[in-house]
């Protein structure tokens, strides 16, 4: 079974320019969470979407934003981009949530912003 | 809300070595417990996971983690590591379903493989 795809894996954008990522989970997942990973915070939770609901949110200000298809593909967007914005980004899906469980890594997206 | 220490930034260990990374974690019912390990330029791939049972659990690469809730812990071991065990390990904590905060991670821990 295919894992956790991520698209693009690079991005280089300029300040206030907005940029979109993709994320595609495994087969039968439903659930997708997105998580932001810099060397001074580490990696931090953005928010999570099921059922094309987003569900939960972290604390992250509202130029964050994302949606799930019906094929529980995922997008996040990010407007007017800061150089604080420059991260990995990471995509991880889940089976379910309804009872505990596992979350399934993708490779990121590197997004550098100049 | 949960939080999860780890208070090794960096060790280092000689090939054949045995590895013990420390977790302690924060969190008010019982934990989902997860490692996960992360090589440059990739993402996370997941080592183990404790949602309940059994305090000693098994993963992948020949891993183990002991969960002890009277010391808040969660820490990972390995008996004797290998060269291509050098990558970050992070240790998470999971709310139940219907909490508001995915997954928690520490900061992570840089391994270091002397030969």
């Known amino acids: 079974k295919a894992g956790v795809t991520q698209t693009p894996r690079y991005l280089i954008k300029t300040r206030g320019q907005q940029v979109t990522l993709s994320c595609s989970p495994i087969s039968g997942h439903r659930s997708v969470s997105w998580y932001q990973q810099t060397p001074g915070q580490g990696l931090q939770f953005l928010f999570e979407y099921f059922s094309e609901t987003q569900r939960n949110k972290g604390n992250f200000p509202g130029r964050f934003s994302g949606r799930q298809f019906s094929n529980s593909r995922s997008e996040m967007n990010v407007s007017t981009l800061e150089l604080g914005d420059s991260a990995l980004y990471l995509c991880a899906s889940s089976l379910s949530r309804g009872s505990p469980d596992t979350q399934y890594f993708g490779p990121g997206t590197r997004l550098t912003v100049l | 809300a949960q939080s999860v220490t780890q208070p090794d930034i960096h060790i280092t260990v000689s090939e054949g070595a045995s590895l013990e990374l420390r977790c302690n974690y924060s969190?008010?019912?019982?934990?989902?417990l997860f490692w996960y390990v992360q090589s440059p330029g990739q993402g996370l791939q997941l080592l183990l996971k404790y949602f309940s049972g059994d305090t000693l659990v098994q993963g992948i690469k020949g891993f183990e983690a002991e969960f002890k809730r009277s010391q808040s812990s969660f820490n990972l071991r390995k008996p004797s590591v290998h060269w291509s065990d050098a990558a970050e390990y992070f240790c998470?904590?999971?709310?139940?379903?219907?909490?508001?905060?995915?997954?928690?991670f520490g900061k992570g821990t840089h391994l270091i493989i002397q030969p």
């Open positions: 969190y008010g019912a019982t934990p989902y």
């Open positions: 998470a904590v999971g709310a139940r379903r219907g909490g508001a905060d995915g997954l928690t």
